[in-house]
């Protein structure tokens, strides 16, 4: 068995910075992409970032320039750092893995966490 466990959202005015971090544990033989999704209040789940097992990212428009995903892979773990908050980066926050368990690559998902930034 495999759990995301995330931590370090919260409130934070417009402009301020938060910083994610989700750590991955369980029977884990390695992990692949490691990504952060969000869901916003009446919007669908969009991707964040996302970074590949050797150091690759790539982010959409909304948040290029301010967020930033790094991983430790000697702790399992993926970050986020996120500076010049906006209202409209308020959201649920995930992180997603994509975990080999065994011999099988399986996809994993964090409880989500909080971020709210207020204007």
């Known amino acids: 068995q ?3 466990v995330e931590s370090g959202g919260g409130l934070v005015q417009a402009g301020g910075s938060l910083r994610l971090s989700c ?3 369980g029977s884990i033989r390695s992990i692949n992409t490691m ?9 669908q789940r969009e991707l964040v970032a996302f970074i590949t097992s050797g150091g ?7 948040v ?11 702790k399992n773990t993926v970050y986020l750092q996120m500076n010049s908050l906006k209202p409209e980066d308020t959201a ?17 998902w964090g409880q989500g966490t909080q ?5």
Do not use: H, M
Request: contains cysteine; positive net charge; aromatic residues 14%.
């Open 2 to 4: 495999v759990q995301l």
């Open 23 to 25: 750590a991955a544990s």
């Open 35 to 43: 990504a952060w999704y969000r869901q916003a209040p009446g919007k």
């Open 56 to 62: 690759s990212t790539n982010y959409p428009n909304s």
């Open 64 to 74: 290029k320039g301010r967020f930033t995903i790094s991983r430790d892979n000697a």
């Open 92 to 108: 649920v926050y995930y992180c997603n893995a994509e975990i080999v368990i065994y011999s099988t690559l399986r996809d994993y």
């Open 115 to 119: 971020v709210t930034v207020s204007s």
